[in-house]
């Protein structure tokens, strides 16, 4: 019983297009993340989502788009993708609080051509 | 502002020791640290919370100094699972910003 899972593993699609990633939580955490790592291994934080406040780093363009149907799904949107895109992106939950670890799902590896 | 590691890579022989620091230029109220393998998604290997607290995972422990607003990583008698990059986290708010990463590789 998977606890983060992202749909889909693999995406590849053309430039300009729009695109979604599915995740979802059965962990019952009250915060979600986005993560987007590059090619060289960077992790970087791209939204937190708690309880309906949305924390977004400002390096983010603002193509990219978080979007939470309910408490166990953060879904991104991605618009106009761009060739800088490419990426593998995780998304993660965990308990609000610094004490709480983070769980990560297996990760999304998007291309783009 | 994310934590910076060091070294940025490591190759050890099986059995050696190796140490990975994480440091702050912002005030470090807990250090988080995960280990990724290659293909995988980042594993939670353990929190620490309060300055001079040290933790341990099978052979690998860590410390935090809350004051030099670091912490270590120290991976001892190494192993072949132990290969992977090893991130260090530094939570703030609801944001959880990871370090560059150490890309740790053992040999036989």
């Known amino acids: 019983d998977t606890a983060v899972s992202q749909t889909p593993k693999y995406l590849v699609t053309q430039m300009g297009n729009d695109k979604s990633i599915k995740c979802e939580q059965n962990?019952?955490?009250?915060?979600m993340y986005w993560y987007k790592q590059d090619s060289k291994k960077f992790l970087k934080i791209m939204f937190s989502?708690?309880?309906?406040?949305?924390?977004i780093n400002e390096t983010v363009p603002n193509r990219f788009s978080p979007k939470s149907p309910d408490k166990a799904h953060l879904n991104l949107h991605i618009n106009s993708l761009e060739l800088g895109d490419s990426a593998v992106y995780f998304c993660?939950?965990?308990?609000?609080?610094?004490?709480?670890?983070?769980?990560f799902g297996q990760g999304t590896r998007l291309t783009v051509v | 502002q994310q934590p910076v590691q060091s070294p940025q890579a490591v190759i050890l022989r099986e059995g050696e020791d190796a140490v990975i620091n994480c440091s702050s230029s912002?005030?470090?109220?807990?250090v988080h640290w995960y280990r990724q393998k290659h293909g995988e998604a980042p594993v939670f290997l353990m929190i620490?919370?309060?300055?001079?607290e040290q933790k341990g995972h099978e052979k690998i422990s860590a410390s935090f100094n809350e004051k030099k607003q670091q912490s270590s990583l120290y991976l001892t008698a190494s192993q072949l699972s132990y290969s992977g990059t090893y991130f260090c986290?530094?939570?703030?708010?609801?944001?959880?910003?990871f370090g560059g990463g150490t890309r740790l590789m053992v040999k036989p």
């Open positions: 962990l019952g955490h009250d915060t």
């Open positions: 989502y708690n309880n309906k406040e949305l924390i």
């Open positions: 912002k005030a470090l109220y807990s």
């Open positions: 620490l919370l309060k300055g001079g």
């Open positions: 993660a939950s965990s308990h609000k609080g610094q004490v709480a670890e983070a769980f």
């Open positions: 986290g530094s939570p703030a708010g609801n944001m959880l910003t």
